[in-house]
Structure formats: C-alpha cells, structure tokens
C-alpha cells in the first residue's frame, strides 16, 4: 500500500506564499501521476494540480498562473508551490499517487491526514 505525508500547511496573509510537501512511500514505482487536492469545510474535495510521470502539469482554472505541482527525481516527493494566495484557497490540502484516471477522478482506497492552509488577513 501507499504512504502519504503531507506537510507545509499553516496560516498565511493573502498574497502571500506556501510549499506544500508530500512523501510518499509504499508500492509507487509504478504510479503514472501524483496529485494535490484541496477539501474545504462542508465542500467536495477538489483536484487541484497533478503531473505525469512525463512531466505534463494540470492545473485547475483557479490556481492557473499561481500554483506550481513538481516532484523529485525519484517522484517519491511532490510539491505543491503556491502563490499570490487568496482566502479562498482555505482549505485542507492533500495529495495522492496513483494511475492516471484515479488521480483525475480523485478516487482512492486512503489518504493521508493533509495539511491545513489558511489564507487570512
């Protein structure tokens, strides 16, 4: 199974800047994407950015021109670089591994426990 641990959550003014960060572990060599998702409260959780083991980056319209997905060489990291931050990108954030159509449907056996961000002023 997958280990997931998200992390660099906390509060920021708006405009200002987070990296998010997730170690994974477990049985990944073989996933084609890794993804970050956001769920606020009383919300459905969002996809958020995901990239392929290509490189290709997704990003939902939202977060276009603010948030950057990248991984390590290894593609046991992902990292989630957001910017320009608004309140309402308030929200738990999460991320996942896997095939590519369970990365975009958002569709997984577990998650990790996600990181918190919150955009106040």
């Known amino acids: 199974q997958v280990q997931l641990v998200e992390s660099g959550g906390g509060l920021v003014q708006p405009g200002g800047s987070l990296r998010l960060s997730c170690a994974a572990s477990?049985?990944?060599?073989?996933?084609?994407?890794m993804g970050w998702y956001r769920q606020a409260p009383g919300k459905e959780r969002e996809l958020v950015a995901f990239?392929?083991?290509?490189?290709?980056?997704h990003y939902t319209d939202s977060v276009k021109g603010r948030f950057t997905i990248s991984t390590n060489n290894a593609k046991s990291t992902v990292y989630l670089q957001m910017n320009s931050l608004k309140p309402e990108d308030t929200a738990v954030y999460y991320c996942?591994?896997?095939?590519?159509?369970?990365?975009?449907?958002?569709?997984?056996?577990?998650w990790g426990q996600g990181t918190q961000v919150t955009v106040s002023s």
């Open positions: 996942n591994v896997g095939a590519y159509f369970a990365v975009v449907a958002g569709h997984f056996a577990s």
């Open positions: 990239i392929t083991s290509s490189g290709s980056t």
């Open positions: 477990g049985s990944i060599f073989s996933s084609n994407a």
